[in-house]
Antibody
Framework: EVQMLASGGGLAQPGGSLRLSCAAS????????MGWVRQAPGKGLEWVSA????????YYAGFVQGRFTVSRDNSKNTLYLQMSNLRAEDTAVYYC???????????????WGQGTLVTVSS | EIVMTQSPATLSVSPGERATLSCRAS??????LAWFQQQPGQAPRLLMY???TRATGVPARFSGSGSGTEFTLTISSLQSEDFGVYYC?????????FGQGTRVEIK
């Protein structure tokens, strides 16, 4: 069974940083692209970032504006999202999700973790 | 970026009735369109990809159709476990974009 456990969320001050992790199991992690999708309280889904299976290609939504960095450690079956210069509007549940195949182009999320809540407030 | 617009915002349906959800893209897609279901407090669940291919384990009462800029998710006979919010996603180009969601509620 594919499982993805996101962690690292919590309270951060505006301008602060957080590092999210997503530990995956039940799949050949290094064979699949991965990504992050967020959901602000009471709002819809918003794609944040994606990374190829090897980690060699990364993609970001426009609102990231150089503040977030996605990475992965295939030896640890773990995906990361380093977030800096956080803003109040970054407050959301952050879901890690597996892409259907190894690439990132024309690919979609087929399995989702339960998410971790990030709250940005002073 | 491609803007995805879903309608209606809320759909009130009685159990056993048919539900039809729409998703419109601001640009023509190559059928790289997926549908997700989200129930309260849970992560989204993949229902459909490639506009009309059911994901593993998805009941046959769910069907997807459409092409170009107009796509539809149909639930032929709504069951109690089908109530929730449904999102479409275009994965034709970066950035990936979701529709704003359609809430399916009990009538």
């Amino acid at each position: 069974e594919v499982q993805m456990l996101a962690s690292g969320g919590g309270l951060a001050q505006p301008g602060g940083s957080l590092r999210l992790s997503c530990a995956a199991s039940g799949l050949p992690f290094s064979s699949y692209g991965m990504g992050w999708v967020r959901q602000a309280p009471g709002k819809g889904l918003e794609w944040v970032s994606a990374i190829s299976a090897s980690g060699g290609a990364t993609y970001y939504a426009g609102f990231v504006q150089g503040r977030f960095t996605v990475s992965r450690d295939n030896s640890k079956n773990t995906l990361y999202l380093q977030m800096s210069n956080l803003r109040a509007e970054d407050t959301a549940v952050y879901y890690c999700a597996k892409l259907f195949s190894s690439g990132t182009f024309n690919n979609f999320f087929d399995y989702w973790g339960q998410g971790t809540l990030v709250t940005v407030s002073s | 970026e491609i803007v995805m617009t879903q309608s209606p915002a809320t759909l009130s349906v009685s159990p056993g009735e048919r539900a039809t959800l729409s998703c419109r893209a601001s640009e023509r897609l190559r059928d790289y369109l997926a549908w997700f279901q989200q129930q309260p407090g849970q992560a989204p669940r993949l229902l459909m990809y490639g506009a009309s291919t059911r994901a593993t384990g998805v009941p046959a009462r769910f069907s997807g159709s459409g092409s170009g800029t107009e796509f539809t998710l149909t639930i032929s006979s709504l069951q109690s476990e089908d109530f929730g919010v449904y999102y479409c996603l275009q994965y034709d180009e970066w950035p990936l974009t979701f529709g704003q969601g359609t809430r399916v509620e009990i009538k």
